[in-house]
């Protein structure tokens, strides 16, 4: 199985710009959540079968290593780290780019199933999972909360997370990609364990020949060209002071919608 | 390459969804700026019942695909991929909806097109201009693409069209390959049960993320019981299994209308917001002023949580 997973950026509360990213001194880096879970779900089919491996794939700089160890700490059994500097050149490396980067590793390893997560937390493209089954000609499945792989391994049965509390039911031919949605299993916390073996187990670091690719295949159509904080739309009346003086403005603003009355 | 727009309508269980009407005004102020017209397609269902709903104003061709009864990625893939060879469109539109992004990715992809999903908004020209969001709504980004493109519109950002239109109606030939379709929709459930019913709450009390454990839940509870309200929650509630699926709004869960709506430590992620806008009054408490739940609350508190609310079931006890 192939995890495919990404280190996204968190923004604090108060930030500032810089050029076409927000500026590094508000960014801490984190394993996206999303992926947490894609991981947990790998990990768990490997713990239920025989003989199968998890390797964990991840786009990112040198600084990746250490999300992509969070995957290898939690059970996966090998990583791999691509990156290059015609991929550190992009803005905004687009869905195709990163389709292209995945095709070779799913080529080169060969894998009966691929998990990712739904999306990534930061730029929230929500595609490369599904870009990628159709690139390798795999079956897929997107935003799946449920799954559930067939004896025979022919199959999985999946339950796809669609709007308004409904559930779809779907039984998919293997090889696939699915993209897994947040719930659909419970993310274990790295042991120290784990956290141990990890140190050990190997983090391929693959260039673009790596792969056999040139800087072409990088080359994004998707240009960024602008970031800016939104003007908020927001004409909400605030309640300023100690907590107490701000809950007894709530509670007036709530008792004059009748709220807490016998 | 024309200087066409093909939209692709989005339907579950006999009826369109309301993002199909939305996907008409976007995709008609797109052919307004690349001169083209509007073509629509249908795929799949009640194909000739869509058609006559779909036909409204500013749509000049609706498209219809006779193939299957329910959504299948496999039949989209092969139809709308058909359909873009037979137009060649400077711009195909679809949903940012959970089967949007089961189909749009592998249709670009299989159409070597540039894909912007998720757009709040979209201008065409010599190239495609589009407003995206990133970081959980903290920044807003412009991107562009060459044409021909494909782009994926967030729902509720586009007005739904409304007036009667003029369009022709075509059944389109897609031959689809059934040997290529190789995932099969075997039913819906609807996920939840439970004893409570958010959706028909005066009073909701909603807790996100910023409760913190578990057990902090108790604090909520309790503010429920004093204001006599109900407690519904965000998603990350659910997913960690703190509250069943049935307390859930947003964009995955139920879609309330409450009298009151207090949303305490909830960011407000676009997808909650969805299920929550139609609340006739929004109080938030965040510790974040920037929050993006602010953006629709009427009336806000910034502070913490752990802070403010016990004050305010002391208010009410």
């Known amino acids: ?262 | 390459m024309t200087d066409d727009v093909l939209a692709v309508a989005e339907y579950r269980r006999g009826a369109l969804r309301d993002v199909s009407f939305e996907l008409l005004s976007a995709g008609r102020a797109l052919a307004d700026g690349t001169g083209g017209q509007l073509h629509v397609a249908v795929v799949g269902g009640d194909v000739d019942a869509f058609a006559d709903e779909l036909n409204r104003e500013g749509v000049d061709a609706v498209h219809t695909v006779d193939y299957g009864e329910e959504f299948n990625h496999d039949v989209y893939v092969q139809a709308v991929a058909a359909l873009h060879a037979e137009l060649d469109p400077a711009v195909l539109v679809m949903p940012n909806s959970v089967d949007g992004l089961d189909y749009a990715p592998a249709v670009a992809g299989r159409l070597d097109l540039p894909l912007v999903t998720d757009c709040v908004g979209l201008e065409a020209g010599d190239g495609l201009v589009a407003t995206r969001e990133m970081y959980g709504s903290k920044v807003e980004t412009t991107v562009e693409a060459p044409l021909p493109a494909a782009v994926t519109i967030r729902s509720a950002e586009w007005p739904p069209t409304e007036g009667a239109g003029d369009a022709s109606v075509e059944a389109f030939d897609a031959s689809i390959d059934e040997a290529a379709i190789r995932s099969t929709v075997t039913g819906f459930e609807e996920a939840g049960g439970g004893d409570v019913d958010i959706t028909e709450a005066e009073v909701l009390v909603s807790i996100g993320r910023g409760i913190g454990e578990e057990d902090n839940l108790d604090l909520v509870f309790d503010l429920a019981e004093a204001l006599g309200a109900t407690v519904s929650s965000s998603r990350p509630i659910v997913d960690s299994g703190w509250l069943p699926k049935n307390r859930q709004v947003g964009q995955s869960g139920k879609t309330v209308t409450p009298d009151v709506y207090l949303a305490i430590g909830i960011s407000g992620a676009v997808q909650h917001v969805a299920g929550m806008k139609g609340a006739d009054l929004v109080i938030a408490v965040n510790t974040d002023p920037n929050a993006p739940i602010f953006d629709v609350a009427d009336y806000g508190v910034v502070g913490d949580l752990f802070d403010v609310i016990p004050e305010l079931i002391e208010q009410f006890s």
């Not at chain 1, 090998?78 to 905004?92: E, P």
């Not at chain 1, 799946?144 to 779907?170: F, I, K, W």
């Not at chain 1, 295949?217 to 605030?238: I, Q």
Request: glycine share 8%; hydrophobic share 45%; no cysteine.
């Open chain 1, 1 to 262: 199985m192939l995890v495919a997973v990404a280190e996204v950026a968190t923004v604090e509360d108060e930030f500032e710009i810089d050029g076409l990213a927000i500026d590094e001194s508000y960014v801490e880096y984190d394993l996206n959540e999303w992926d947490d879970y894609a991981v947990e779900e790998a990990v768990q089919v490997k713990e239920a079968g025989e003989d199968v491996e998890v390797v964990a794939v991840t786009i990112g700089p040198e600084r990746a290593d250490e999300t992509i160890r969070m995957a290898l700490a939690k059970g996966a059994d090998r990583a791999i780290r691509i990156w290059d500097d015609a991929i550190a050149g992009q803005a905004l490396l687009d869905v195709a780019a990163k389709t292209r980067l995945l095709s070779a590793v799913v080529e080169a390893e060969a894998p009966d199933l691929v998990l990712t997560g739904v999306q990534a937390g930061d730029d929230a493209f929500g595609a490369t999972g599904v870009s990628l089954a159709e690139a390798v000609g795999f079956e897929w499945a997107a935003v799946v909360h449920d799954m559930e792989l067939a004896d025979d391994g022919s199959l999985a049965h999946v339950r796809r997370e669609l709007e308004g509390g409904v559930e779809e039911l779907t039984d998919v031919e293997l090889p696939a990609v699915f993209s897994i949605q947040t719930g659909i299993n419970e993310p274990r916390y790295a042991s120290l364990r784990g956290i141990r073996q990890a140190q050990s187990k190997e983090i391929a670091a693959t260039s673009l020949s790596d792969l056999g690719l040139t800087d072409d295949d990088v080359d994004a159509a998707l240009e960024l060209v602008e970031m800016y904080e939104p003007e908020s739309e927001s004409d909400t009346k605030f309640f300023d002071g100690a907590p107490d003086e701000q809950a007894a403005a709530l509670a007036t603003v709530l008792r004059e919608k009748g709220v807490g009355a016998e």
